[in-house]
């Protein structure tokens, strides 16, 4: 069980990221609301992972917290949730948020998530609500020792930021159509923004 990671960001291609520790590179999704968090490429991280194994891949994802990975735990229990759709909530609004969004039977905020129904919703409310009553305060992943990162080669995505934004609304469950308005709107408002913030935008619309 891989349990947390803690090296150099060599890539973002949101949802995922690339750490190198000690010469083995990690590919790991995170949800949106994570990544944001992040340092900048060639940097030391830490994230606290979830492992998940199945006949045709062996996957890793990624949080900031604990609390935030006990979330992404409790959500992949719930029935018709795994955890492409866990890591599509958890982008599209906090731990937080979504905790508040159950305690207070807001179905609505809900359904706005690709591949959320109403019914996924309502059963998420129901399912989730006991389950969240001793979620705590997120924890912070313990800093890291510094790391001589000087014959690394942080690699970046020789696509435009537009690109990656839609790349990840796709990754995430969005219709092409719908994604393709989103990013469209978040450009046009500030066509020198990154892909993560391009992203940030486009999800804030949807």
């Excluded at 006949?55 to 935030?68: M, P, R, V």
């Amino acid at each position: 069980m891989i349990g947390r990671l803690t090296g150099t960001l060599i890539s973002k291609q949101p949802p995922e990221i690339m750490i190198d520790v000690q010469g083995v590179g990690y590919e790991v999704q995170m949800p949106m609301t994570c990544l944001y968090e992040l340092s900048d490429v060639g940097e030391t991280v830490t994230v606290i992972t979830h492992f998940v194994v199945r006949e045709d891949a062996q996957l890793l994802y990624g949080f900031n917290t604990f609390a935030e990975r006990s979330l992404f735990r409790q959500l992949i229990k719930a029935q018709g949730v795994g955890p492409k759709l866990a890591l599509t909530i958890m982008s599209g609004m906090t731990a937080h948020q979504f905790v508040q969004a159950v305690t207070h039977d807001d179905v609505s905020s809900l359904i706005k998530l690709p591949g959320v129904g109403r019914k996924t919703a309502e059963r998420l409310v129901v399912e989730m609500r006991d389950r969240l009553k001793q979620w705590g305060s997120a924890t912070p992943a313990t800093d890291a020792a510094p790391m001589d990162t000087s014959d690394l080669q942080p690699t970046l995505a020789a696509s435009s930021p537009r690109d990656d934004a839609l790349d990840a609304l796709l990754a995430l469950g969005y219709k092409p159509a719908q994604a393709e308005k989103a990013v469209a709107q978040a450009v046009k408002g500030n066509t020198s923004a990154s892909s993560e913030e391009l992203i940030r935008t486009a999800l804030k619309n949807m």
